[in-house]
């Protein structure tokens, strides 16, 4: 290729513009990857965009550039009359990148499918058209810049809008936020740029773009009656000032109104009287009957043990009720206010938790004859149970755990506060308030926000560190995807039971652009305000991010040979000819083959 263009370079020869030559080096690498090369590449080249590029540019030369633009399509990427393309108005424009509305609707479908992986989404759409046979595949981008501001122009589409106006009438019309499981996780904002790592020490953190007091710690998670994924949210911590702020931005007043109850970790009066403030109908607050066996598993290296196991039988019979039970059956709803004083049966009993007294024969005997389908009918049955557990399991609960070096007996016995057994107590009484149709679909505890937890934490497992605003975008894009397959298996059953992946791949074909949402995505100005605040935070990254130490270069591989990239072009300046970019050119020219560098 490199003789072939020498030849075309000479004075007496002709001089192409680098639009072409992209054409050329595109053409050079598919052949090359098929064994297959042919000294024609300028002639092919021309032959291309002149198929394409209606009516003929004005300039000849290196100047034709001027006048046309790239486009991307779904068929393959091609040129056109830059002219021609503003004034038909069928293609849309981010800066200098240009794409249809098929191309807009397949990358639409890829983020769906693949985000957070923009590189997954690349070459996917470069597997489609070298499957096509496709001659100029190798002009798609390759920049993860260019794609993330696709995607975020794709996310500011009407087409989102549509989609999500859609699934948010299906869940309102499916009473989908009347009970509501809000909880947090932590892992996948720990690789945000501009803070520093939770567990990084206090001055290293206040240090950061983004100290302790701005920096978002976690992602909440905010899953419906009957488990769809409603929003997910970076935020500070799980104060309550941070719930109302979510539910605020992410809801509607409609959405807002239909919430009755809600589950959380950490409860308190706080929380409630600002949900009452928020919501209408909100009735009742409980705690989550799944996290404190979720960390008696994370001091046993996240394994399951026979005590995990019988804490895990114990807690789920707050969540056990009949189809005739009356809530009052277990006394008013709690607040948080007005906790009520513990008697005396229950303050030995807690005694017993604290020091693990009971008799090891009481101990067994009452775990053995204790009922894992009623439910729980006094505090002082609980505290007995639990009084019990830390008695027979004595080996494990006297491990040291996470929570400031407590011991789990004294996490335990934490666990029997008169305030926290009401809270806990509010999921029975909130059960018995619910439709018994509607019981089987509530899930228990924070389940479906784990479940959700991890399928985040294995999306993004292996990214390295982003933007917030990039996170923000994949936590949308993930939304979007969770509720079209949730409200598509509610409302479009189908023969066979389909797995939630296998589901979303039926669904995509369905999903496009309409001509009358193209035209108005067309005609509205590029808001590219994530790239802006990205370009900010870098810029103060270089201003508080001291220079590393040189490291030792790493070593190439076959992938990673140096190649002659950039292309200089000729000009009648001596000293362009003569400049930085020619001389890297000359020495990367050196190093690969030993010969002089082409300068165009």
Request: glycine letters at 4%.
């Amino acid at each position: 290729m490199l003789r072939h263009l020498t030849h075309h370079i000479d004075e007496r020869n002709y001089v192409v513009g680098s639009m072409q030559l992209r054409v050329v080096m595109a053409l050079y690498d598919r052949d090359v990857l098929r064994n297959s090369t042919a000294p024609t590449y300028l002639e092919r080249s021309a032959s291309i965009m002149r198929s394409t590029v209606t009516p003929r540019p004005d300039q000849i030369g290196a100047k034709i550039d001027r006048s046309i633009v790239l486009v991307q399509d779904k068929k393959g990427p091609y040129f056109a009359n830059r002219q021609t393309v503003m004034d038909t108005g069928i293609v849309r424009h981010v800066g200098n990148f240009h794409y249809t509305k098929d191309f807009a609707t397949a990358i639409f479908r890829e983020m769906l499918y693949s985000m957070p992986s923009a590189v997954l989404v690349r070459d996917r759409m470069l597997k489609i058209l070298a499957e096509n046979d496709v001659q100029t595949y190798d002009l798609m981008p390759c920049h993860r810049t260019t794609w993330d501001n696709l995607f975020e122009d794709l996310w500011r589409s009407n087409l989102r809008m549509r989609l999500m106006a859609d699934v948010g009438e299906k869940l309102r019309n499916d009473h989908e936020y009347e009970h509501l499981s809000i909880d947090g996780t932590i892992r996948v904002v720990r690789r945000v740029k501009g803070q520093a790592d939770y567990r990084a020490k206090k001055e290293t953190r206040n240090a950061a773009i983004f100290p302790d007091g701005v920096a978002k710690r976690r992602v909440l998670s905010i899953i419906g009656r009957s488990g769809a994924c409603l929003a997910l949210a970076p935020v500070i911590d799980e104060s309550a000032p941070e719930h109302v702020r979510v539910l605020t931005e992410e809801f509607g007043k409609e959405d807002l109104a239909q919430i009755t109850t809600v589950r959380c970790d950490h409860p308190s009066s706080v929380l409630h009287d600002a949900l009452t403030e928020l919501c209408p109908n909100f009735k009742v607050l409980a705690t989550d009957t799944v996290h404190p066996s979720m960390f008696y598993e994370l001091n046993h290296c996240k394994r399951s043990t026979p005590g995990s196991r019988k804490l895990r039988a114990i807690l789920h019979r707050f969540n056990i009720v009949s189809g005739n039970d009356n809530p009052d059956r277990w006394g008013a709803i709690f607040t948080g206010k007005n906790v009520p004083v513990p008697s005396s049966t229950e303050e030995s009993l807690r005694q017993q938790v604290y020091d693990g007294s009971m008799p090891l024969s009481q101990a067994e005997l009452i775990l053995d004859r204790m009922d894992p389908t009623s439910p729980i009918s006094s505090p002082v049955v609980f505290i007995r149970l639990i009084a019990a557990h830390v008695r027979v399991f004595e080996k494990e609960v006297k491990r040291k755990t996470v929570a400031k070096g407590q011991t789990q007996r004294k996490v335990l016995w934490n666990l029997t506060a008169p305030d926290k057994i009401q809270w806990l107590f509010n999921n029975t009484r909130l059960r018995a308030m619910v439709a018994h149709k509607q019981l089987p679909f509530l899930a228990t505890g924070s389940t479906q926000n784990e479940a959700t937890h991890s399928e985040i934490n294995a999306r993004t497992r292996n990214l390295p560190e982003s933007h917030l605003e990039t996170l923000e975008l994949f936590l949308g894009t993930f939304v979007l995807m969770k509720l079209l397959q949730h409200t598509s298996a509610v409302y479009a059953v189908t023969q066979n039971a389909l797995a939630p992946r296998s589901l979303l791949a039926r669904l995509l074909a369905a999903i496009e652009f309409t001509d009358q949402e193209w035209q108005e995505h067309v005609a509205s100005p590029a808001n590219q305000m994530m790239k802006k605040s990205k370009a900010a935070t870098l810029d103060l990254l270089r201003l508080t991010v001291k220079k590393k130490a040189p490291t030792r270069r790493r070593g190439r591989t076959v992938f990673t040979k140096l190649r002659l990239r950039k292309l200089v072009k000729r000009t009648k300046n001596k000293k362009a000819n003569t400049g930085a970019g020619r001389r890297r050119a000359e020495a990367i020219r050196r190093r690969v083959t030993g010969k002089r560098a082409l300068v165009l």
